[in-house]
């Protein structure tokens, strides 16, 4: 039940899958090897509907975020693939990244929690000299395109005792058999924008703290809670910052993640405002790096 | 009787020499000056049983008399999935299920049982009635080789809900039950249920809830091991049940087998009866959201119920039962109490329940909002409430 909520661009072409090994300045680290620039795509912003994540309540009633559009102003440069366990290998062996159970080298990095991923980015980007950084789950959603997973639960009931009724439903839907073992990367296959393996068995952290969001029309008010992160995959979820490892249980229903790993965006600054002018008509305006 | 011999040599299950020869030879005491099957002159009821959490219909009040109720079960060796990683057991079952299925039959009724072990299977079985008298609970007279079938009746004198569970001597005792091999009788007064002053209480629905405590062997990598047969892991799973901590607290069989598209359903203004069954290790189960109306902890009838509990305790090695009229709609967990063993271990269950909220009964005065500043506190909210930041 995926609702495609974005405004399909006029060319969604994906530019030829050129492998360019991109020639970044790579520092030696403490091991002595060099780190070589993951590989990247970068989209062209277009408008885009976007349900924002968090608690959104009306008069102490749980209901569905309000669905905006989004404008993007600027490029949205992205990572192919998730983080590998040997790109994370390489930050545990340069003294910057705990060393977590983070799955074999061809695999996604697993078991990471949302201070590992953050740590990684901080180590990525002293050695290649840019900013990476997770991105916001407003950027995840827009990278993720047809995958995306709208997670609004049907108009209408508004008695809570029935919301959580039909919420239960919603999860328990989500009984199909996923196996939980990583899998090499490429498995999950290609969106239209060429992102691999978006809404496998990994799901993803971003940097978005969960809200609760009142909506009264007297005194909206906000709250943020920064100790629970917004992840993405199969299904929005929200987990606490510490969790490497997503267990369900107790009155949890339903498969929770299976996995927890992540992938970075890369800010390039002014160029990404600049290229957003070149290439307008193109969604995908630049493959870079080795994505095998 | 040389049929049995020969199933003795070329099956040879290992507690057999032990315990098999002197159940032969009870079987040849008992039987010369006791009343034969079928000379006792009473109607006969032949019941097919169902898988938990359901039970087989049934009169609660009855104003028949005494009957003999038939039953068949049939017992199967098979491989299990006992959570959401895949990790299997070597399970034993009554009639494919863990828990076996509920019996439920009236005070002064027989329970007339044939015991079925088909050749399918590599390992000797019985079954002990914690509602029977004598003989083991009647584990010396089931005794039964892959291929043999054997036939047992016992009055049920005392009202409650009672396990059952196999226990084929020695070793294999707690091997077999802690490998799925146990399930529970209710006998019901002729009357049906009371409170303590004897005025009757009817359940519109009954669910069975067996618990069980897996044993499960890992690697040296902690990942949970998987065998071919229950053969191959004896040894490993002795040294797991040594330790005394179970890897896995399930109902039903399985983590999650009653929640999700199984979770168990009610509707607000039900009566539910909920059979609680433990044949090895103690558990104390708790509705959160709701109460244990009235609670037969012990789980015998001629006990007037406790009232109004939060958590009851099944003592292992024992059923219990619990009465519950449902007063608000939503979603409720069935748990045992040890919430380690309830969430990291599997011991829970839901309820869905439909129907009207009851606002005296629970009420949300004021919804979560930020906490109201005062003069003094530094962190003022802007404009719109949005305090912190991104």
Known sequence: MRHALKIKPNHVTVLAAVLVASATAPGAGRD???????????????????????????????????????????????????????????????????????????????????????????????????????????????????????????????????????????????????????????????????????????????????????????????ILNCGIRVVEGRHRAYMTDFIRDPSGGGCAVGKPPSNLGFRLVRENGLWDWLQSIIAPELSVIRTEGDSS | MNKRIQHFISTPPPCLTTVGISAALAAFLFAAPALSAGELDLPRERVALVAPPFVHPHEQATKQGPKVIQFRMAVEEKRVVIDDEGTTLQAMTFNGTIPGPMMVVHEGDYVELTLVNPSTNNLVHNIDFHAATGALGGGSLTLVNPGEQVVLRFKATRTGVFIYHCAPGGGMIPWHVVSGMSGAIMVLPRGGLADRAGNPLHYDRVYYIGENDFYVPRDEQGKFKSYGS???????????????????????????????????????????????????????????????????????????????????????????????????????????????????LGATAHFKVEGAWNDDLMTQVKPPEPIPSDTRDTLQPSANGVIGHY
């Open chain 2, 230 to 344: 229950a053969g191959e892991a004896y040894a490993d799973t002795v040294e797991v049940m040594r330790k005394l901590i179970p890897t896995h607290v399930v109902f039903n069989g399985k983590v999650g087998a009653l929640t999700g598209k199984n979770a168990l359903t009610a509707k607000v203004g039900e009566t539910v009866l909920i059979v609680h069954s433990e044949a090895n290790r103690d558990s104390r189960p708790h509705l959160i959201g709701g109460h244990g109306d009235y609670v037969w902890e012990t789980g015998k009838f001629s006990n007037p119920p406790e009232t109004d509990l939060e958590t009851w305790f099944i003592r292992g090695g024992s059923a219990g039962a619990a009465l519950y009229t449902f007063r608000q709609p939503g979603i409720y967990a069935y748990l045992t109490h040890n919430l380690i063993e309830a969430v990291e």
């Open chain 1, 32 to 222: 002595g090897t060099a780190v070589t620039a993951p590989a990247m795509i970068s989209l062209q912003p277009h408008p885009f509907y976007y349900r924002p994540a968090g608690e959104f309540t009306h008069d102490g009633k749980p209901v569905n975020a309000p669905a905006r559009l989004l404008r993007p102003a600027k490029v949205l440069t992205i990572m192919a693939h998730q983080v590998t366990g040997a790109d994370y290998q390489r930050c545990v062996l340069d003294h910057a990244c705990t060393a977590t159970s983070s799955g074999a080298e061809d695999r996604p990095a697993i078991k990471i929690n949302w201070h590992d991923a953050n740590a990684y980015a901080a180590w990525l980007s002293r050695r290649l000299g840019a900013t990476y950084r997770l991105p916001t789950d407003e950027e995840w959603a827009f990278a993720a395109g047809s995958r995306f997973r709208d997670d609004a639960l049907p108009d209408g009931a508004i008695d809570l005792a029935q919301r959580w009724l039909q919420r239960y439903e919603v999860e328990a839907d989500r009984d199909e058999v996923i196996d939980n073992e990583p899998h090499a990367i490429g498995s999950y296959g290609a969106n239209e924008y060429g992102v691999l393996d978006l809404a496998g068995n990994v799901w993803e952290w971003t940097n978005t703290c969960f809200v609760h969001q009142t909506l009264n029309a007297t005194r909206p008010t906000s």
